[in-house]
């Protein structure tokens, strides 16, 4: 079976996560059902960054999908992930609640006891 080059992040456990990536610096709180919609609205990819204290999600292209009264700055560098990652690491983690972890150069995600890393970047990689 060939491996579909086009998929975005790889799902580890957390304690592999924690010992390659080191401590969570912030984190945010997102019910699961909440990022299934937004997974649902995202297109093939959903991305995540954090600045000033506000995490922003957003879609293919970089289109918004959080809402809120603040907007990213171009420059912000959000971390891709394929939105079939992001259903995968879900059902394996098996939790109401799903927590996205900033650490000093991740952005990830924790569900269970499973995390999803090994994002691409926005930009170069938006589309």
């Known amino acids: 079976m060939a491996q579909n080059t086009n998929e975005y992040g790889k799902i580890i456990s957390a304690t592999e996560g924690e010992n390659?990536?080191?401590?969570?610096?912030?984190?945010?709180?997102?019910?699961t059902n909440d990022l299934l919609g937004y997974c649902q609205n995202a297109g093939q990819l959903i991305m995540f960054a954090e600045?000033?204290?506000?995490l922003f999600i957003a879609g293919t292209g970089r289109?918004?999908?959080?809402?809120?009264?603040?907007?990213?700055?171009?420059?912000l560098v959000f971390h891709v992930y394929s939105v079939s990652?992001?259903?995968?690491?879900l059902t394996l983690g098996k939790e109401e609640v799903t927590v996205i972890e900033v650490r000093?150069?991740?952005?990830?995600?924790?569900?269970?006891?499973?995390i999803l890393e090994f994002a691409?970047?926005?930009p170069p990689f938006c589309s």
């Not at 809120?68 to 420059?75: L, Q, T, V, Y």
């Open 20 to 31: 390659l990536f080191g401590t969570v610096i912030t984190s945010y709180q997102l019910n």
């Open 51 to 54: 600045e000033n204290a506000t």
């Open 63 to 75: 289109r918004m999908l959080s809402t809120g009264d603040k907007a990213p700055s171009p420059e």
């Open 85 to 89: 990652k992001v259903n995968e690491l």
């Open 104 to 114: 000093s150069d991740v952005v990830d995600l924790k569900n269970g006891a499973f």
């Open 120 to 122: 691409t970047l926005c």
